[in-house]
């Protein structure tokens, strides 16, 4: 397949606004697999790479939840074919002993395939005439109409399902409903509380009533982002910004406290007061990105006598081959309405759909090609 030419937003200055390009994608090479963009969702990883936060090497083509239809495919490929319907996700080595073990989650090369902005080879699929662009990012870099992504990050689904809507599974969606299913797993009958209810939390709210929790608090800064969480299944609503939140958590849990907490926020006072809403025995989960280097302090002696648990997560943990098919099943079933989150873009106005995400009014930007 020869050189085509692709429309894509690129990342060039940190915390610059992206800019429209027209840029050069080149054939697939083995083990790489050419899909033609449908919609991709804009996330907060996608954020804080674009303002230099997090290391990938600039000009770049960044987005990590696409979904599209497959055109072509590299040497090697065996998984899908032209005109399969694909969801996409992160991308891992397969070969370490944490790919080995089934924890693709937590790849020992995943800096290397998520964020280096290069093949093995040191080669990048995307050019403009100013030289080489970052590719591969999350094995994808969905921010453009067509992309070369890596096997890895492939994961075929129902083609009537439309992809529209399925984009968001692939990283945001995945987290928070993964945190909650295949990490904390909460029993039937038991309380959660969700600290900061944008597309993450939200997930993990919807995945807390399919597991069965009878007590699901969402707390947030945002009152539209908690008029929506009790759409998809909180019972109770907390504004942070306005109430006693530690008041609250005692008065909805009879002064017990919860059985698990998960904070989406990454802010270390939301992380220490998560930890302190915990029940004897309870599970605090991270799933938060913050700036490296930033710390958070626990105090020790009530910390001791409940004999909690703190743990963190990297996209849900799960198997994104596995874990997505699940959730459009979920989904389809009327358990898993993610796609109430959802608001649409045009790519020319990505930035907007950025500022959107950051203010708080769209809960999940997914931009339509």
């Not at 065996?78 to 005109?83: A, E, H, M, N, S």
Request: hydrophobic share 45%.
């Amino acid at each position: 397949m020869s050189t085509t030419t692709v429309t894509a937003a690129v990342a060039r200055t940190p915390g610059a606004p992206l800019t429209i390009e027209t840029l050069d994608l080149d054939a697939p090479r083995p083990g790489e697999v050419r899909v033609r963009m449908v919609a991709t969702g804009v996330c907060h990883t996608d954020a804080i790479v674009r303002d230099g936060i997090y290391p990938t090497p600039l000009p770049a083509v960044l987005g990590h939840e696409g979904a599209g239809v497959v055109e072509a495919v590299g040497e090697a490929v065996t998984t899908v074919r032209p005109g399969d319907h694909v969801v996409l996700s992160a991308a891992y080595c397969g070969h370490c002993r944490q790919c080995r073990a089934g924890r693709v989650a937590y790849c020992e090369n995943l800096m290397a395939e998520d964020f280096g902005g290069r093949r093995a080879d040191g080669t990048t699929s995307l050019a403009s005439p100013e030289g080489p662009v970052s590719s591969h990012f999350f094995g994808q870099s969905s921010f453009a109409t067509y992309a070369n992504v890596v096997e890895t990050s492939v994961i075929k689904v129902d083609p009537a399902a439309p992809l529209e809507t399925l984009a968001p599974l692939g990283c945001g969606l995945q987290t928070g409903a993964g945190a909650v299913l295949n990490e904390l797993r909460p029993e039937a009958g038991t309380s959660l509380i969700v600290f900061g209810v944008g597309a993450v939390g939200s997930a993990a709210i919807m995945a807390a009533r399919v597991a069965g929790c009878t007590t699901v608090i969402a707390a947030d800064l945002h009152p539209s982002r908690l008029e929506l969480a009790e759409e998809i299944g909180a019972t109770h609503t907390i504004n942070s910004g306005t109430a006693d939140v530690a008041a609250e958590i005692a008065r909805i849990t009879g002064g017990e406290g919860v059985n698990y907490a998960l904070d989406t926020t990454a802010v270390p006072a939301v992380l220490r007061q998560a930890a302190e809403s915990l029940a004897i025995g309870g599970t605090l989960a991270l799933v938060g990105a913050a700036k490296p280097g930033t710390e958070v302090n626990f105090e020790i002696g009530a910390s001791l006598v409940k004999g909690w648990t703190f743990k963190t997560i990297v996209q849900g943990s799960s198997v994104p081959q596995v874990f997505i098919p699940r959730l459009v099943e979920l989904w389809e079933q009327g358990r898993f309405p993610f796609d109430k989150l959802i608001r649409t873009y045009a790519l020319d106005d990505i930035n907007t759909a950025f500022a959107d995400s950051a203010n708080g009014s769209a809960v999940k930007p997914v931009v339509l090609f």
